[in-house]
């Protein structure tokens, strides 16, 4: 079956960094485009970043330019989420998602979602 499991998060001081992973299996991954998106208590859930495996194309939402880096180990089926000095506002459950289409910052445009990992900066 089509599985995304996210792993990395946990509770770090502000200015600290963390390294998410999402592992991939059940699909063609270069097929997909490979998004990270996060979701605060009483929030609408945003798209972070994505990673188009076909050619490599990254994307980045302004808030976490320069801090966040994506990138990809096709050999290994998984996407990674480098996140630098973070933020309490960073703080959120992080999910990473495939979709089939295009590079999106919009969930509805993506097809299959992990379960998400926590991610909470302290002040």
């Known amino acids: 079956e089509v599985q995304l499991v996210e792993s990395g998060g946990g509770l770090v001081q502000a200015g600290g960094s963390l390294r998410l992973s999402c592992a991939a299996s059940?699909?063609?991954?270069?097929?997909?485009?490979i998004g990270w998106f996060r979701q605060a208590p009483g929030k609408e859930r945003e798209g972070v970043s994505c990673?188009?495996?076909?050619?490599?194309?990254?994307y980045y939402a302004d808030s976490v330019k320069g801090r966040f880096t994506i990138s990809s180990d096709k050999a290994k089926n998984t996407v990674y989420l480098q996140m630098n000095s973070l933020k309490p506002e960073d703080t959120a459950v992080y999910y990473c998602a495939a979709s089939s289409d295009y590079p999106s910052p919009y969930a509805h445009e993506y097809d299959f979602w992990g379960q998400g990992t926590q991610v909470t900066v302290s002040s």
């Open positions: 059940g699909f063609t991954f270069d097929e997909y485009v």
């Open positions: 990673i188009d495996s076909t050619d490599g194309s990254t």
